[in-house]
């Protein structure tokens, strides 16, 4: 894989991280399991990650980029 190809996509999702912190989500759990009865609920979750690992990851794509060999 070029190497220039995969410091784009670094620098693209270390901005994407740096802009969206996380996420949240819906997940239908059961909440009572009694035989033929069953009671559920929704439930949110939310995923986060530390917005320096972004720009770690955007700093990292930009030396791939700036490091790479040109190519013909």
Do not use: C, H
Not at 24 to 47: H, N
Request: charged share 15%; hydrophobic share 45%; no cysteine.
């Amino acid at each position: 894989m070029n190497t220039k190809l995969i410091g784009i996509i670094l620098i693209i999702l270390g901005a994407i991280m740096i802009i969206w912190t996380g996420f949240t989500y819906t997940k239908k759990e059961k909440v009572i399991d009694a035989g033929p009865i069953q009671i559920s609920a929704d439930r949110q979750k939310t995923v986060n990650w530390p917005p320096y690992l972004g720009g770690i990851l955007l700093i990292g794509g930009i030396v791939v980029v700036a490091t790479s060999k040109k190519s013909n």
